[in-house]
Each structure stands twice: as C-alpha cells, then as structure tokens.
C-alpha cells in the first residue's frame, strides 16, 4: 500500500514536473546569429557565457549576419525558422521590421530597466530607431590613416579624403553609396543639417557625385569590413573608411602606424532583433536572452572586449578597461566626449527610401 | 503487301514496339530516383525562383479595394485620383496595416518609386488615428443597436441589407476576416473599427437606407483625402498614385524591363535616365570578360595539356598534381593570394620595381580592375581547361604525328594539319566549362575586380542578399540562363556538340 502510494506520488510528481517543463514556456536550446570574428567572442564572452552559466541553456552560433535578412526571408518562406535571437545592423531591423520578419518589441515591457533607474526606453533613447529593434552598441564609421605616409601635417579633418594634394595616395571607401555621398557634401560646402535635405533633390546627387568625382581614380573601393585594415597595413592605402573597432584593433593590437580619424564619423547601431512567427517556447526563450544580454552591466562588459560603445546611457560609466590589454577603453569609444566632436547622424528613415535609388545611380556611376 | 506477323500472331511491328517500350519504362525506373531529386531540389527550386521575375501580386493584394477604384482614375491627367480612392485606400490601410503587409507593399514599390517606403510606414503608424472617430461616434449615438457586435454581425448576414450597403458589406467582410486571422477573436463579439462606419456613413450619404434610422445631418464630413495628406502631402503626387496604377496587375515585366535598363512608363516601356543604366553595360561586360578568361584560358592550357600527354609518365604525373593542387586549395585563399600578389605594393610590383622595369612612383595597377579579375579567374578555371584537353590529346596516338613528318610535313604543318583538328573537341569542352562556369562567377569578380572588373553575377547576388529585390535577381538570373542557353544552341550549330568531348 505504501509502495503504491509512494509510486502514485512521485508519478503525479514526475508528470507535474514533465507538465511544468513542458509549459515551462521555453526551450533549453537556442540558435543566436551574429557576425563572427572579434565582434561574436566579445559577445560570447559578455553575454552567452554568463547566460549559459545562470540557465544551462545551450546557445549554438550562427555566423550569417551578413546575409540576416536575405536567409530569414526565405526562412520564413519556407515556414521553417531555426533562428532565435539575430545580431543586425540598425537599417537591417527597419527592413526586416517593414517586410514583417521581427518581431515587434515593447522596450519597457520586455527589456531591463537601467541600473539608474530610467526606463528602457529612456535609457536607449533616440537609438530605438524601428519598433521590431533592441539596440545593444553603437559603432561608427570613421577615416584611419597611415601616420607614416601622410607627412608632418597629419589630417585633422574628414575633408582630407578629398584632398590629393596634400595628402597623395589611394583611399580606401566603402562601395556603396551611403557615407560617401554625406562625406562629399559636406567637404562641398554643404551644412551639416542640410546634407539630407540636398541630397535628396536631383541637383544634391550630382553635386555629391561631382565631388566624388575628384578622387574617382584614387579610390580603392572596399566591400568588407577587414579591407581597409588589410590596405592599411599594407600600406596599400594612406587612408580609408572603416568601422572603428576594426582600426582599434589594427592600432592597439596589432601595432600598426595608424591613427583615428574621427572627425564626422558617421555613428550606426547593432543590435539584437527576434524573428517573427516563433513558437511561443523559443519566444519566451528568446526575450528572456535578450532581456539578460541588453541589461545595464551586459552592455558595459562588452566593451571590455572590444571598442564599441554599449547603447545604453546607463552603461557608459561602467565601462572599464580591455580584458588583455589591459586599457582604459572609454577614450576608445566613438561615443568618448573627445573623440564625438564632431559627429554625423546617419538618416536611417531617409536612407530606407533612397537606398534603392541612389544605389542604381551609384553603381551606374562607378561603371563609368 | 501482307503485314509481317510475329509468333503469337501479332504484327511485329507492334510487338518489337512492346518490347522497346517495355525496356524504355525499365530504363526510367532505373533512373527515376535521380530523376526525382533533381526535379524536387533543383529544376523546381530555380523554376519557383525564376517565377518571381513576372510575378506581382502583392499590390493587389494588400490594396484590393484602391486597385479597383483607381480603374477609373486617368492616370495622364495629372491629377490626384477623387475622394472614393482615398476612401477605397482608407479601408485597405487599416487592414494591411493590421496585417502588417502595408511597410512590405511600401519596401515593394519603393523600388520603382523612391519615398514610398517611409510613405507607407507613416500611414501605417496614423492610419489607426484618423478623425474618421466622428462617424462612428454619431451612429452609436443614435442608436445602441450600432454599437452591439451581435447586431452588427446579424445585419451582415442578411443579404438584402448587403445589397444595399455594399461598401459597408465590404469593409465589415474585411474587417470580420482580419479579427479572426490576425487577433483570434470572434467578429460577433467585437465592435467594429471605425473605418467600417465610415464606409457606413459613404453608403448612407449616396442614398442607402440604414439599418436603423439614424440622423447624420449633424455630422461634419470628414475628408479622407486630406486626413491622408495630412499625414504626408505625397498623397497628392500623381506619381504615387500612378506607381500603384502600372504595377497594380498580378503579373508584371517591370523587373524584365529593369534589368535591361528601361521602366514601365504610362505608355509602356520606355529609358531609365543616363544616370541609372548599369545592367546592359554589365551584361556586354560580363560576355566579353568571360570570353577573354575563356581565351586566355586557351592559351594557356594547351600547351600545358599537350606537356602532360606526351611527357614520361613520371614526370606527366608530378605536372598533373601541379594542375590539381590549386584546384584542391579554397576558392578564396587563392583570391586572397591573387591579392597579395598583384596590389601595388605587393610582390609583382616590388620585383618589377627591384629589377628596375617599372618606377617606384608609377607602380602598375593590376588589381581591382579587369586586369586583376581576368588573372585571378584564368587562374582558378585553369584546370578546368586543362582536364578535358588531357584527356582528349591523351587519345591522339603519336604515331600519326610521326607518319605525318615521315611523309614530308613540317612540324608546323604536322601539328596544325594532322595534330590540332583532333585535339578541338577537347578545346570545345574547356571552352564550354570554363565560359558557363566564369560567366555565373561572383566570388572572385567581388574581391579582386574594383569597379570595373565585375561582373553581372555580382549585381544578382547584391539584390538577394540585401536589398532583397528578389525579382530582379530573377530577372537578371532568367537572362543570364537564357543567354547561356542561345549561346550553347550558336555553338552547336558552329561545332556540333557531338563534337565535345570530355575524354576517352
């Protein structure tokens, strides 16, 4: 009788515990995609590892940023979605917000609260930029130059791109529209908070185009993001565009005779989006991730790992030195008072309409 | 003439076709697993792919109702389409916004019209907020019959009252299938949104009798065209409006005509500005840069190839690991080293510096041009050259060389006349691989080509990939498939395919 009661009871325990488990609303495994190299360990060490340890969910990586939207569309296509969490740039959520592939976020409801105790939504700020968008570092777009090759009076301003006079040489620029034309005009003549606004007529896009014209010849034209380290170190180039975590660490870990350029660095976010459409486990599973991964201290931590700034206002005084360097990395930060002198906004908004367009043009251009 | 008959008394004709037929059927079963694969994982995916070069019809499915009514707009008079295509667009907003269809419409037509993309959202998010709230508000007003969710459903069922309300009818029937789709509730319990009263309201006001009485002269209209140009004066662009117009059928050739760089105009075709054309340049580019790799690819492999068919075994077989080693290395490390070799200051220059053949200042350019795509892809279909040229002079016995010399021929003549016409199908096969293969080509083009020196492929990836126009990829893929396609037909009627050969 005992037996019998004792089996009944752990039976009924086993089935509640396997019940619990069950609408335990989320799964023990999940797929988070990002963008490889440097950028992923610095997340693996920051975020998944921590987490992993906290709730023995097994996290498996996903190297396909670069290709996020065009694989979560014909996933979703396909009906079959094996992503969970995705690392994209900021004009990738608004796309794949505008075709419906994220999911949309309610920052307050389902994001930490700052440690200063501002609101979510507070703390990010303008940096949430699309609904379906939980923004985690800001990066930046910035000139490095090889400190050997450009003489006694090395650039102080972004304009130096077009300058070669002064500065002969190829440079390096991304193949693609947005950046440069913004970096034409300004070095045109134009005012900062108009260089939308030209460039959106018909006369603006010449102009920029005119500009870009100058240094047509002397261009190298780059398309991933370690190319202009590559040209730098070679000395291939005397300067060139790039991300500043990239320069980072050509200059301080590599030892390269390179500096910062940051004048009118172009600032651009990353961050986390959730696809639509997942099943309600791997959802819950996926926002409670995110909740852990965008908190306060997490955003801090990474930059102990490399030298973008974390997007929360609240993390920018918990920012301390590289885990093997062993450097202070606040002054590293494009968001540093002394490196943000002079910044530009990137449009996301603006960009999402005239990309298509400016893009055919710009193609059309550098065919010619 | 009596018919031939066979044992049991058939025709033989009939019977020998029995046989055969049978043998035929056992021949495709034996085939018919692969035949099956290839069909479900190759021919079906490219079809469905290539399929969405003419296929559109995501305009008039998330803007039914504005498709119909614009039938009636003149698209060349220049003017803003009437009040009943704003109202008709008022309806299929507030559902595809539910939907959450209207930003995908907007990224759609943004391709042919820049600015619609943040058009669409900005309705989107303030399509929900209109002063449409009035209509609504006077009929619940007027009676609690119009704001119970049961009445609602019950007059919707009645089919003389659908009659004569049909905008309403329409609009209700929308936003019944909407709660249950998107929401997952159940119509009969939900008060319906304000865009069914005002459709309400427009069947009221052209003279339709409500359900229930209901005084509406108290009741300011509210223009729905100008709530919508509130929002953004594009409302009144005539452009808009026209976009939707021309790309509002299921079908379109728009893509077609965009990836030979002309658009869809009011009267049909007609050119893209100076400043837009690339495609026709890139695909003349991408014909011609693949026939110079193809040539070079000639020269180069065939004396190569003629080297290891008639070398000593021992030394032809070290030759042939040399061919295969780069063919076994990664397609990128050897573009990676294509780069190290040939930037300006990388190997070659500095040797040719060092010797003294070209100035420290005046370094040659060879890369991230064609120059650098032609090397680096000459390099890397090499061996795809070579291999069937092997095979093919691996077979020319060497005694006829020598019967020709013994009969009074030069070497010259002896190689031209005798030696080389048995060696073309083995160059007909290199040049086969190697052109299909370096036309499709796109990895290597990206890398090492700059702006000149890449190839159509590279475009067809950038629209997959990120701007996710995947219709003209698919129209640029249909062409490039259909080129590939008439070329191969021309060199069958010049050289014959019987006359390739990949060995033996």
């Given amino acids: 009788m005992k037996t019998t009661m004792k089996l009944m009871a752990t039976s009924c325990l086993t089935l509640t515990a396997s019940m619990a488990f069950a609408d335990g609303h989320m799964v023990n495994e999940m797929t988070i995609v990002s963008w490889g190299g440097a950028y992923s360990n610095s997340q693996q060490k920051a975020y998944h590892d921590p987490y992993m340890e906290n709730t023995g969910v097994n996290i498996i990586n996903d190297e396909s940023s670069a290709e996020a939207v065009a694989k979560l569309r014909a996933m979703n296509e396909a009906g079959n979605v094996t992503w969970d969490v995705v690392d994209v740039v900021a004009s990738d959520a608004i796309r794949l917000c505008d075709e419906g592939l994220a999911m949309e976020i309610d920052h307050d409801e389902m994001l930490a609260a700052g440690d200063d105790g501002s609101t979510a939504s507070e703390d990010f700020g303008d940096l949430l930029v699309s609904d379906c968008f939980i923004p985690q570092i800001v990066y930046s777009t910035t000139v490095g130059y090889r400190t050997d090759l450009v003489g006694d009076t090395p650039p102080t301003d972004i304009c130096a791109i077009f300058d070669t006079d002064a500065y002969p040489g190829k440079r390096s620029l991304e193949k693609r529209p947005i950046n440069n034309m913004e970096w034409a005009l300004l070095c045109d003549g134009v005012a900062k908070d108009e260089v939308y606004d030209v460039l959106e007529t018909e006369e603006g896009q010449t102009q920029a185009f005119a500009k870009l014209d100058t240094i047509k010849d002397d261009v190298i034209w780059w398309t991933a993001g370690a190319d202009t380290p590559q040209l730098l170190a070679d000395g291939e180039v005397v300067m060139g565009s790039t991300y500043n975590g990239r320069l980072f660490s050509l200059i301080e870990e590599q030892d390269q005779p390179v500096a910062m350029l940051w004048d009118a660095q172009v600032f651009d976010l990353d961050g986390w989006i959730i696809p639509a459409g997942l099943p309600e486990e791997r959802k819950a599973r996926a926002l409670d991730y995110v909740k852990f991964a965008t908190d306060t201290q997490r955003l801090a931590d990474q930059s102990k790992y490399i030298a973008y700034g974390p997007a929360r206002a609240s993390s920018a005084p918990l920012v301390g030195q590289h885990a093997d360097l062993g450097i202070e990395m606040a002054p590293h930060m494009p968001t540093d008072p002394e490196n943000a002198k002079n910044t530009f906004l990137y449009n996301y908004e603006w960009w999402a309409d005239y990309r298509d367009d400016l893009d055919a043009k710009f193609q059309a251009w550098l065919s010619k | ?504």
Wanted: proline share 5%; hydrophobic share 45%.
């Fill in chain 2, 1 to 504: 003439m009596t018919e031939v008959l066979a044992a049991d008394g058939r025709p033989l004709k009939a019977s020998l076709n029995r046989a055969l037929r049978r043998q035929k059927l056992r021949a495709l079963a034996l085939i018919a697993p692969l035949l099956i694969f290839i069909l479900v994982s190759f021919v079906m995916p490219i079809a469905d792919m290539l399929f969405r070069s003419v296929e559109n019809d995501i305009v008039s499915d998330t803007l039914p109702r504005t498709v119909e009514a614009l039938d009636a707009w003149d698209s060349a008079s220049g003017e803003t389409p009437d009040e009943a295509v704003f109202q008709a667009l008022y309806t299929d907003m507030a559902l595809a916004t539910e939907y959450k269809s209207h930003t995908r419409l907007g990224s759609r037509l943004n391709y042919e019209l820049t600015g619609v993309s943040s058009l669409f959202r900005k309705t989107g998010r303030r399509v929900k907020r209109f002063d449409t709230d009035v209509y609504a508000d006077a009929f619940r007003d007027a009676s609690p019959a119009y704001a119970d969710a049961a009445q609602w459903a019950e007059w919707m069922d009645d089919d003389a009252l659908r009659d004569a309300l049909p905008r309403t009818a329409d609009a209700y029937d929308g936003w019944a299938k909407m709660i249950v789709e998107v929401d997952n509730d159940v119509p009969a319990e939900e008060e319906p949104w304000d865009f069914v009263y005002t459709a309400l309201y427009n069947d009221v006001m052209t003279g339709a009798e409500p359900p229930v009485a209901v005084d509406l002269s108290g009741v300011e209209p509210v223009s729905l065209r100008e709530q919508f140009v509130e929002i953004d004066k594009d409302w009144l662009d005539p452009n808009v409006w026209q976009t939707i117009k021309i790309y509002s059928p299921k079908y379109t050739n728009g893509y077609f005509l965009n990836s030979v760089d002309l658009q869809k105009g009011p009267d049909g075709a007609e050119a893209r500005p100076e400043s837009e054309r690339i495609y026709v340049v890139l695909f003349i580019r991408t014909m011609i840069m693949s026939l110079s790799i193809m040539g070079m690819c000639v020269l180069l492999g065939y004396p190569i190839a003629w080297l290891l068919a008639n070398l000593p075994d021992r030394t032809s077989n070290l030759l042939m690991i040399l061919v295969l080693l780069p063919f076994w290395t990664s397609l990128l490390v050897r573009t990676s080293a294509w780069k190290v070799l040939l930037q300006q200051q990388g190997v070659i220059n500095d040797t040719l510096v060092w010797i003294g053949l070209v100035a420290d200042g005046d370094r040659l350019q060879l890369i991230n041009n064609q120059t650098g795509t032609i090397i680096a892809m000459t390099h890397i279909l090499l061996p795809f050259m070579i291999l069937p040229l092997y095979s093919v002079m691996k077979t020319i016995p060497p005694s006829y060389l020598r019967a020709a010399k013994s009969l009074g021929a030069t070497d010259w003549t002896a190689f031209w006349r005798v030696y080389f016409p048995q060696s073309v199908p083995g160059i007909g096969a290199g040049c086969i691989l190697v052109f299909i293969l370096s036309i499709g080509y796109y990895i290597t083009p990206e890398l090492v080509g700059g702006t000149k020196g890449v190839f159509i492929s590279n475009r067809i990836a950038y629209h997959i990939s990120f701007s996710l126009n995947w219709g003209l990829a698919a129209a640029l893929g249909s062409i490039l498939l259909a080129v590939v396609l008439i070329l191969y037909w021309v060199y069958d009627r010049i050289v014959g395919i019987d006359n390739v050969k990949l060995g033996g």
